[in-house]
């Protein structure tokens, strides 16, 4: 893919429409000493000392910052609380220009939060708001209807799940893949074997849990891909990604990194940034190379879930002779 090539597709990009539907969450980064020497007086017990909050949009609203940061169009299909983490969702997800109008209050939970305490740039014992509610399945139609009724205004769906209990189950997502057509993508990470219509993603320990054992990766992968008769993008980190269909077969190696990483957050970047490319019309292999453009960028942001901008995957590109 040459520059100006390239430079066609986030054209095309910044025209598009995506809709994502799943598990939003949040994603709250702080610092915090725990040997601090102080003594609590109300409890006498020692006093952790936190600084530098962030928050971001993390599982299905990661994927969503990362198409708003390439330029995409996006409208949320989820679900959030009525509380300070909801409101710092929708916060942030207005801040990005992504939709909101779709992305439910419900009273009653706990917005779904990964609460992550930093010390020496390495995450500790991470702390949970909200990803156990058992309510969620009771708003699924509703989203589903809502979703259907706006099908034919979007270029791509991406369908996201992760939560122990999550937005979609079986029956949703079979319903689900009735009406969204070929343009789309399903991240899901237990309920992969229910995605028959449509293309799945899954990285290497979810495919060991499809398939088994790898001994011989490019021929179990044809042969899955070849049973279940629909394509996968198989992530599989420092090794790439492969695409594979019952008539093709794209393997793309990853661009070597020097220095330290944070890959939390790089399944959700590949996502993104290859329905983005196949929507703008990429080629299957431009997709990947495009992905991996972009996952190269945001794994190299550390202390957070990483994007990458349009000028960024350019000049990355650039840098690599193309």
């Given at each position: 893919m040459n520059?100006?090539?390239?430079?066609?597709?986030?054209?095309?990009?910044?025209?598009?429409?995506?809709?994502?539907?799943?598990?939003?969450?949040?994603?709250?980064?702080?610092?915090?000493?725990?040997?601090?020497?102080?003594?609590s007086v109300e409890t006498g017990q020692e006093v952790h000392i936190c600084s530098t909050p962030k928050a971001y949009l993390g599982g299905a609203g990661n994927v969503a910052k990362n198409l708003a940061h390439l330029g995409v169009q996006v409208e949320a299909y989820g679900l959030k609380g009525d509380d300070l983490f909801g409101r710092e969702m929708t916060f942030l997800a207005n801040k990005l220009r992504i939709s909101?109008?779709?992305?439910?209050?419900?009273?009653?939970?706990?917005?779904p939060t990964y609460s992550k305490p930093m010390r020496a740039g390495e995450e500790l014992n991470r702390l949970d708001f909200g990803t156990r509610t058992s309510q969620f399945q009771a708003h699924s139609p509703q989203l589903l209807a809502a979703l259907k009724s706006h099908i034919n205004t979007y270029d791509w769906v991406i369908i996201n799940e992760q939560f122990r209990l999550p937005l979609l189950n079986q029956e949703i997502l079979t319903e689900l893949q009735e009406f969204i057509g070929e343009n789309a993508i399903a991240d899901l990470r237990s309920l992969g074997n229910v995605a028959k219509n449509t293309l799945l993603k899954v990285n290497e320990a979810e495919l060991i849990k499809i398939i088994g054992d790898i001994t011989q990766l490019e021929d179990q992968v044809k042969a899955w891909t070849s049973q279940r008769n629909k394509p996968v993008l198989v992530t599989l980190g420092e090794r790439g990604m492969i695409y594979a269909s019952p008539t093709e077969f794209h393997w793309e190696k990853a661009i070597p990194v020097n220095g330290p990483i944070d890959t939390v957050g790089a399944g959700d970047m590949v996502v993104a940034a290859f329905s983005a490319a196949k929507a703008?019309?990429?080629?299957n292999p431009e997709a990947c190379a495009f992905a991996s453009l972009?996952?190269?960028?945001?794994?190299?942001?550390?202390?957070?879930?990483?994007?990458a901008s349009p000028a960024e995957i350019k000049k990355l590109h650039h840098a690599s002779g193309n």
């Amino acid at each position: 893919m040459n520059s100006k090539r390239l430079d066609a597709l986030l054209a095309q990009i910044s025209q598009l429409h995506f809709a994502v539907i799943g598990d939003f969450a949040l994603d709250f980064y702080f610092d915090t000493i725990t040997n601090s020497a102080e003594i609590s007086v109300e409890t006498g017990q020692e006093v952790h000392i936190c600084s530098t909050p962030k928050a971001y949009l993390g599982g299905a609203g990661n994927v969503a910052k990362n198409l708003a940061h390439l330029g995409v169009q996006v409208e949320a299909y989820g679900l959030k609380g009525d509380d300070l983490f909801g409101r710092e969702m929708t916060f942030l997800a207005n801040k990005l220009r992504i939709s909101t109008e779709h992305l439910l209050t419900i009273k009653g939970i706990d917005t779904p939060t990964y609460s992550k305490p930093m010390r020496a740039g390495e995450e500790l014992n991470r702390l949970d708001f909200g990803t156990r509610t058992s309510q969620f399945q009771a708003h699924s139609p509703q989203l589903l209807a809502a979703l259907k009724s706006h099908i034919n205004t979007y270029d791509w769906v991406i369908i996201n799940e992760q939560f122990r209990l999550p937005l979609l189950n079986q029956e949703i997502l079979t319903e689900l893949q009735e009406f969204i057509g070929e343009n789309a993508i399903a991240d899901l990470r237990s309920l992969g074997n229910v995605a028959k219509n449509t293309l799945l993603k899954v990285n290497e320990a979810e495919l060991i849990k499809i398939i088994g054992d790898i001994t011989q990766l490019e021929d179990q992968v044809k042969a899955w891909t070849s049973q279940r008769n629909k394509p996968v993008l198989v992530t599989l980190g420092e090794r790439g990604m492969i695409y594979a269909s019952p008539t093709e077969f794209h393997w793309e190696k990853a661009i070597p990194v020097n220095g330290p990483i944070d890959t939390v957050g790089a399944g959700d970047m590949v996502v993104a940034a290859f329905s983005a490319a196949k929507a703008a019309g990429a080629s299957n292999p431009e997709a990947c190379a495009f992905a991996s453009l972009a996952v190269h960028i945001s794994i190299q942001k550390l202390g957070e879930t990483g994007s990458a901008s349009p000028a960024e995957i350019k000049k990355l590109h650039h840098a690599s002779g193309n």
